[in-house]
């Protein structure tokens, strides 16, 4: 994994070569997008970040914004971490189904979807992913795994 030590996501998108900046700035949009109120942008983890702030929620085990999603150039991929499906099985399979009903195939771990061009991804179906939960049901969600 490569974990750029940029400060701001400006300085991230500049440190990369031009074609791997304009996927990330492209996936990026769509994220800003379709991200529901009170999520906030920010670098972690040497990642493009998107998060709960620690002024909304600060009862994060690491005392940084509680991470909903990451997006990160990585050496030989891109990747997109959407912890909105990190322990929600139905979320992660209603994301795998629609993965494959757009005839794409899905690379992904535990949260993380891995893809080498932009043309990899159903651009509709990451929408609605990053739409999914808002950060009260994010909280809960948290929590709720926090507790076991």
């Given at each position: 994994m490569i974990s750029s030590q940029a400060q701001t996501v400006a300085e991230?998108?500049?440190a990369l070569?031009?074609?791997r900046r304009k996927v990330v700035a492209a996936l990026r949009k769509v994220v800003k997008k379709h991200l529901p109120k009170g999520y906030v942008e920010h670098m972690g983890s040497g990642m493009i970040g998107y998060g709960i702030p620690l002024e909304?929620?600060?009862n994060t085990y690491n005392k940084q914004p509680l991470s909903y999603i990451a997006l990160a150039a990585?050496?030989?991929y891109?990747?997109?971490y959407l912890m909105c499906l990190y322990s929600d099985?139905?979320?992660t399979k209603w994301f795998a189904d629609a993965f494959k009903k757009a005839g794409k195939k899905l690379d992904m771990g535990k949260s993380c979807v891995r893809f080498k061009r932009l043309e990899?991804?159903?651009m509709d179906v990451i929408a609605q992913a990053v739409a999914s939960v808002t950060p009260d049901e994010y909280i809960a969600i948290y929590e709720s795994v926090k507790r076991k």
């Open positions: 991230y998108l500049e070569p031009e074609e909304r929620y600060p990585q050496k030989n891109y990747a997109l099985d139905t979320r990899d991804l159903p």
